[in-house]
């Protein structure tokens, strides 16, 4: 059974940090991109960061946000620092076919995770 967990949401201050984890289980973790997706209140869902070999940014986000993957753990973490209230939303995790073009691999993902919620605000 595929599972994408997400974790590591809360409460955080402006200008704060958290890290988001995404466990994986039930398909080939290391052949597949991996990708990090936010639906802010009222807005479309996005997709913001994305891993495979190589590593993809939104303009939103770049310069603050770090996504990382560890194989040995079917893990992937985004880390988030520089926080802005824009950035509060429940973020998603989701796994598909290892495109080259990143932009392209999170408009065609496959296995989705439930999300977690991040709050920025003082």
């Known amino acids: 059974q595929v599972q994408l967990v997400e974790s590591g949401g809360g409460l955080v201050q402006p200008g704060g940090s958290l890290r988001l984890s995404c466990v994986a289980s039930?398909?080939?973790?290391?052949?597949?991109?991996i990708g990090w997706f936010l639906q802010a209140p009222g807005k479309e869902r996005e997709g913001v960061s994305c891993?495979?070999?190589?590593?993809y940014y939104a303009d939103s986000v770049k310069g603050r946000f770090t996504i990382s993957r560890d194989n040995a753990k079917n893990t992937v973490y985004l880390q988030m620092n520089s926080l802005k209230p824009e950035d509060t939303a429940v973020y998603s995790c989701?796994?598909?076919?290892?495109?080259?073009?990143?932009?392209?691999?999170?408009?065609?993902?496959?296995?989705w995770g439930k999300g977690t919620l991040v709050t920025v605000s003082s």
């Open positions: 039930g398909f080939n973790f290391d052949y597949y991109a």
């Open positions: 891993i495979n070999g190589n590593t």
């Open positions: 989701a796994a598909g076919l290892p495109y080259s073009d990143l932009i392209q691999a999170l408009k065609r993902m496959d296995y």
